[in-house]
């Protein structure tokens, strides 16, 4: 139903004379590559956390509020350093931070404008779409397919062996975005395929 609804709003947006999102974006390559990229990256990411928490609430007792807050430090290391992150990929291109950032929270756990200017809000609002997309999709599909069911949250120790294949596989899709990135993304040529 999703995807029927994705195929019909890409069909009238091409057709449409002032379309809220025209197609020429994807045509330059960095931008879909980055946006690949940032599919699998957010996707790790999302359910990485997710299951962080009920980690610590399930196998661990932590109260929700506590297993919660324990996410608070990524959330103000992020706020602080994003700045420059930006300036940074300004000055040396995304893909060396693209290509590390991932592999580096891949082994910890077992934004990008290649665009003209004149496209700068399709580019903020796919990109933002795609990483939430990622994200979501993970985070329902990791845990069923690390066994990790509903009888789950009321067991610590099945919870527990669960969790570890979760965590191997959002490293798997760190991995997979660090890849995608190193093969892919370019140095920031804004504009270019």
């Not at 291109?93 to 082994?107: E, F």
Request: aromatic share 6%; hydrophobic share 50%.
């Amino acid at each position: 139903m999703a995807l029927a609804g994705l195929l019909a709003l890409l069909k009238v947006e091409a057709s449409s004379p002032n379309p809220l999102l025209p197609p020429s974006p994807f045509h330059i390559r960095q931008f879909s590559d980055a946006n690949a990229t940032t599919f699998l990256v957010y996707g790790a990411i999302g359910a990485f956390f997710f299951l962080f928490v009920l980690q610590r609430h399930v196998v661990a007792g932590w109260s929700p509020l506590a297993a919660g807050s324990s996410v608070i430090p990524v959330t103000v290391i992020t706020l602080s350093l994003s700045r420059l992150g930006g300036r940074e990929a300004e000055r040396i291109g995304p893909r060396p931070q693209m290509t590390v950032g991932p592999l580096v929270c891949g082994l910890s756990i077992i934004p990008l404008s290649s665009l003209p200017t004149s496209h700068a809000g399709v580019a903020s609002g796919v990109t933002s779409a795609v990483a939430r997309t990622g994200s979501r999709l993970a985070i329902v599909a990791v845990p069923v397919a690390a066994g990790i069911t509903g009888d789950a949250v009321s067991d610590p120790q099945l919870f527990a062996s669960g969790n570890r294949t979760s965590m191997i596989m959002s490293a798997s899709l760190l991995a997979a975005g660090a890849a995608v990135a190193a093969a892919w993304i370019g140095r920031f040529e804004a504009g270019t395929e």
